[in-house]
């Protein structure tokens, strides 16, 4: 135990709002420091938007988030999480399949991939190897970001100085091409940056993908191109499985996070929602949960996104109206829905070949970029997209845990659908109409889809707001978007974890760097919570 | 100047008397150089002539507005002396709207029309984006500075960049470097109620740029047009009499009288190299000039790719040339009015200016749509100026003439501009009519010159006004191409001074200034042997 607490043994050290992975996460790296921490949870399970849960039958729908690919492998050494029960299997392929037949193949290897490439265009698959390249440099230059804090250039102290100075020094070790080269992968559109590389629409479609899941962007959007490090991100760390599931549905990784907390010696009380963070004299000391309940704590540390955090559970008179103002001004757009489906038997592919391992994995329907873009140009007008683009798994192949015998379990993420419609709110019969749009999409590349929906959740971004708590249910907690990263995120002069309240620190994708289950911002939080504390370096 | 001039024989020979061209050359020759000016067209200007398109009446062909070129410059090349007249200066903008009261707004005057929260909000945001303007002009109008070299002056360089926007003050320089990277769809949303007064201050974000309002990086090009206005002085619009053709003019006499050669009709074929450096041109016509240094004012890929040549460059270079997108998307409508045009509501003042048709930054947006897909929108927006309200000599007596931007109008129509001219022609009309009903009727000819045409017209690859779209990855040192982004190309003697060029286009001269700097920054190649 720390002596920091040695003195008042009742008195908690730290209150974590939100059990969510980051909040779990921030949770066990204090916990394994020696604090007292406590994690208030809203819901009755743990894990916000990492969760696996029944909703039908015996049917596990890992019903938010579903593929356990940027965790940091770090993270999951520290904390023992494979001790505590979480098991990744890789993905075994994949696929993009053509609106008139065929497809392409996905593969981990990449000379196999490259083949596949060369199926479509021989040009291309030769682009592919420097493309790789250029992208594998650009993961290498990111990776060592993502678990730091990032500095504040308009600050004069050490600290930001020096870490100012990192950056410059890893730019400029970068030697001239490569910084140029690097300036314009984080400035580009995805169309734009694949343009310059392949000729096949198939194969930039299949690659674009990744940079529209979960942002308010389409591919021609410049600010996109960076997104696409993400199917590289895993091969850096060289883990097998970055792209994978979780054993179990994505709520393992919660239980896992939640083991590993409560082994530490930290406690967590779920069904207990926070209604306000107790403040006095510019400090943060406690909260007051819904029932009236008052928990002192030394700190309180938020999981929430940063506009519930400071603008519901604070007092605006807590806080200085120019903070208050850039609150107010981040972005967090709904730009997602996702369906749950249970089926009785696995649907077929005809484009697919029998006995591959495509349907193994994430299977696409989108071939063009401009399809994409089409896409969102309707979220814009303020409707779902009428050819969206989908994500979509059928875990329970390759996890037979998550259904009965010989039933199986699909997830489908959908890009876009908007929070608000321009029509009005959303209603019964508007989610319907956007799921038949999904079930649709899918049915086309699958004649007997349809005759195996046992059960299907429809899930919007009003409904993953009101469940999980997320802003307009972006997944990310506030979009990726230039303004929004690094020393922006999420919000100028306070992208340290740190807010203007003493005692009070932000762990939610809210902050740098940002979304996807990758546990960064609760680690990164926890270490500058013990920093401040004079508990680490 | 020491040597006696042969006639074939100069120390730099600038491709195309564009304005930056010509501004270049003019430089040049006024610091003591030979210098010639090869120009393909019959007059001199490029894209910045005036030129009759229907019998007796006028009309600029490209920009048909100037307030981006430096005060300092016009005053150093004494253009008024070499005949430039103004026949308009300080020019208000007006947003019109169907069927409301236009909105006119000018420099630092609040706009009329506009709710008490909005006009207030409209002072403050202009006042702090002219401080931002004023903080990165510098930084806008000098020679961008390579990276990651071990050279002082680059390092200094980019020193005093950061320490520029540092002298913001801490809530400045935070503000800056957020919007910065922002689209000016939020922006405007942070501040502002009117879709009017959103829809005209979006639409100098996107006008010559392959963006609409919700792309990323619109407010960087805001904020680069508005560096461009401070780094000119904050004069306002003006109009050149006898239209922009008549500044080419005096630039071209000022560049003439301080002894600079001027040929027109005469097309370069090639960029000639002898042992690794660029020694002349050759014409069309066969004829062969030596020169010292030879500065393009041809667009890149243009100059790299056809002048010069892929095997003079390695392979990675021209790849990054290759990649440049230069596909432009705004065309000019010219119509001649046989009488002033009947624009509903608007002032006497309000017609001497420019007036927007872009009525909310959804209509724009829209607009933006259909350019994504190679099409154009049956609601374009645009940006309308008549001239001859402030210059009789462009139009018959009592005659007008009426000159519009309109956007978008991709280069690659999926139709065909064959059969794309007139469809678009008249959904510019349509527009055109709700806003000034009855003026189909005044019209006695039309002519349209879509980025296609102005490509083949002006010979600019893909037939973009700024040689090049501009956006985060192709402005500063990444302009036209890393490699190429201090007016000098990866091949001895040989520079760029035109608008693909850091700071791009508009008609600013900048870039044409700049590359008369390196040219002269240069060692003088006869000098240093000789010496």
Redesign the interface.
């Known amino acids: 135990m720390s002596g920091a607490s040695a003195a008042h043994p009742e008195e908690l050290d730290a209150i974590i709002v939100g059990a969510g992975h980051n909040g779990l996460v921030a949770g066990c790296y204090l916990a394994r420091a020696g604090l007292k921490v406590l994690i208030l949870e809203r819901q009755p399970y743990i894990g916000g938007a990492a969760v696996s849960r029944r909703v039908y039958e015996d049917f596990t729908y890992s019903n938010c988030s579903y593929v356990c690919s940027l965790l940091r492998p770090e993270i999951m050494r520290t904390l023992e999480l494979p001790k505590f029960g979480l098991q990744i299997i890789p993905y075994e392929g994949g696929c993009t399949m053509m609106q008139e037949g065929g497809h392409l193949a996905l593969y981990d290897n990449h000379d196999a991939l490259r083949r596949e490439i060369g199926r479509h265009s021989k040009r291309d698959a030769e682009a592919y190897d420097r493309y790789s390249r250029d992208v594998m440099r650009q993961c290498k230059f990111i990776k060592p970001l993502l678990m730091r804090e990032p500095p504040d250039p308009a600050s004069f102290k050490p600290r930001d100085i020096q870490e100012l100075l990192y950056l410059g020094r890893r730019l400029h070790g970068m030697g001239e091409e490569r910084m140029y080269d690097t300036l314009r992968f984080w400035t580009m559109s995805a169309a734009d940056f694949l343009d310059e590389y392949f000729e096949s629409e198939i194969v930039k479609a299949h690659f674009a993908g990744s940079s529209i899941i979960g942002t308010a962007l389409g591919p021609r959007s410049p600010g996109t191109a960076y997104v696409l490090l993400h199917h590289y991100m895993g091969d850096i760390d060289n883990t097998v499985g970055a792209w994978g599931f979780a054993r179990g549905g994505m709520g393992a990784v919660s239980n896992a996070l939640g083991a590993s907390f409560t082994a530490s010696g930290g406690a967590i009380r779920s069904a207990a929602p926070v209604a306000k963070v107790l403040v006095r004299g510019g400090r943060a000391h406690g909260v007051t949960l819904v029932n009236g309940e008052e928990i002192k704590a030394r700190l309180v540390i938020s999981n929430l996104d940063v506009r519930r955090t400071f603008l519901e559970t604070i007092d605006a008179q807590d806080l200085p109206d120019e903070f208050l103002h850039s609150v107010r001004n981040f972005k967090i757009r709904g730009s997602s829905g996702k369906l749950n489906i249970a089926l009785d038997g696995l649907p077929r592919f005809p484009a697919i070949p029998a006995g591959s391992p495509s349907t193994r994995g994430d299977m696409h329907v989108t071939d063009t970029i401009e399809m994409m873009e089409r896409a969102y140009d309707d979220w814009k007008d303020g409707r779902w997209s009428r050819a969206p683009y989908i994500d979509m798994l059928i875990p329970s192949q390759i996890d037979p845990t998550m259904t009965p015998n010989g039933k199986h379990y699909m997830s489908v993420f959908v890009q876009y659908c908007p929070y608000q419609l321009a029509d009005g709110p959303w209603s019964a019969a508007k989610r319907q109409a956007f799921g038949d749009t999904v079930i649709n999409t899918i049915a086309r590349h699958s004649p007997n889809f349809k005759d195996l929906i046992l059960h299907a959740e429809i899930r919007t971004p009003w409904d993953i707001e009101n469940e999980v708590g997320l802003t307009e249910g972006n997944i990310f907690q506030g979009e990726l978007t230039m303004d929004q990263l690094l020393f922006n995120r999420p919000v100028p002069g306070y992208a340290q974890y740190r807010s203007p309240l003493k005692g009070m620190y932000m762990c939610g994708s809210s902050t740098h760097p940002g979304g996807g289950v990758m546990g960064a911002p609760g680690a990164n939080a926890a270490r500058a919570v013990l920093r401040d504390l004079r508990l680490a370096h | 100047m020491s040597n006696a001039p042969n006639p074939k024989q100069f120390d730099c020979a600038v491709i195309g008397a564009g304005h930056n061209g010509l501004v270049c050359a003019a430089l040049l020759a006024g610091a003591g150089r030979t210098v010639l000016v090869l120009e393909a067209g019959a007059q001199v200007g490029g894209a910045s002539i005036t030129r009759e398109f229907a019998p007796g009446y006028k009309v600029s062909a490209g920009a048909h507005l100037l307030h981006l070129m430096p005060a300092d410059l016009l005053r150093t090349l004494k253009l008024e002396s070499h005949g430039l007249q103004w026949a308009g200066q300080q020019l208000p903008t007006t947003a019109l709207i169907a069927g409301a009261p236009p909105l006119t707004f000018n420099h630092g005057v609040s706009m009329e029309g506009l709710s008490a929260a909005d006009a207030s909000a409209l002072g403050a945001y202009q006042e702090r984006m002219r401080r931002f303007a004023a903080a990165i002009a510098p930084i806008f109008s000098g020679i961008p500075p ?4 071990d050279a002082w002056s680059d390092r200094l360089s980019l020193l005093r960049m950061a320490w520029r926007i ?1 002298m913001l003050g ?2 400045d ?3 800056l ?7 000016v769809y ?1 922006l405007l949303e ?1 501040h502002f109620d009117s879709a009017a007064l959103k829809g005209a201050l979006g639409f100098d974000a996107v006008l010559g740029a392959n963006f609409g309002p ?4 619109t407010v960087l090009t805001l904020l680069y047009r508005l560096a461009a206005e401070s780094a000119a002085g904050d004069t306002g619009l003006s109009q050149p009499k006898g239209g922009m053709g008549a500044l080419c003019e005096a630039i071209a006499k000022a560049a003439v009288a301080a002894g600079a050669v001027i040929r027109t009709q005469s097309t370069v074929a090639r960029i000639l190299i002898e042992a690794d450096r660029a020694c002349g041109v050759l014409l069309e016509s066969g004829e062969r000039i030596d020169a010292r240094q030879v500065i393009s004012n041809a667009d890149p890929k243009t100059t790299f790719l056809k002048l010069l040549g892929a095997a003079y460059l390695d392979a ?1 270079f021209v ?1 990054r040339v290759s ?1 440049i ?1 230069s596909q432009g998307l705004a065309a000019k409508i010219h119509l001649a009015l046989d009488r002033r045009p009947p624009f509903a509501g608007v002032a006497e003042a309000a017609l001497k200016g420019r007036m927007l048709s872009a009525p909310s930054l959804g209509a724009i ?1 829209h607009a933006y ?1 259909h350019a ?2 190679g099409e154009f929108s049956t609601a374009p927006t645009m940006e309308i100026t008549v001239p001859s309200i402030n210059d009789a000599t462009l139009a018959p007596a009592g005659k007008h003439v009426l000159s519009a931007i309109v956007q978008y109008a991709p280069y690659a129509l999926k139709q065909g501009w064959g059969s794309g001219r007139q469809r678009f022609l008249d959904a510019s009309l349509d527009v055109l009519e709700t806003l000034a009903p009855g003026l189909r009727a005044c019209i006695t000819a039309a002519e349209v010159l879509t980025p296609a045409d102005l490509e083949k017209e002006f010979r600019g690859s893909g037939g973009h006004w700024h040689h090049g779209d501009l ?3 192709q402005i500063l ?2 302009r036209p191409v ?2 190429a982004g201090q007016y000098r190309a990866p091949v001895e003697g040989l520079f760029l001074c035109g608008a693909g060029c850091h700071p791009g286009g508009g008609v600013m001269g900048i870039a044409g200034r700049n590359a008369a700097l390196q040219v002269l920054n240069e060692p003088r190649h006869n000098d240093v042997m000789t010496s």
Request: net charge positive; no cysteine; hydrophobic share 25%.
């Open positions: 390579r990276l990651g070299t540092r801490k809530h320089m935070r503000e470097l957020r919007i910065g990277g922002m689209n939020d942070e919700r792309s990323p990086g990675g790849r990649h997108r947006e749509n994504k897909y956006a985060f990855d040192m990444m890393p490699g």
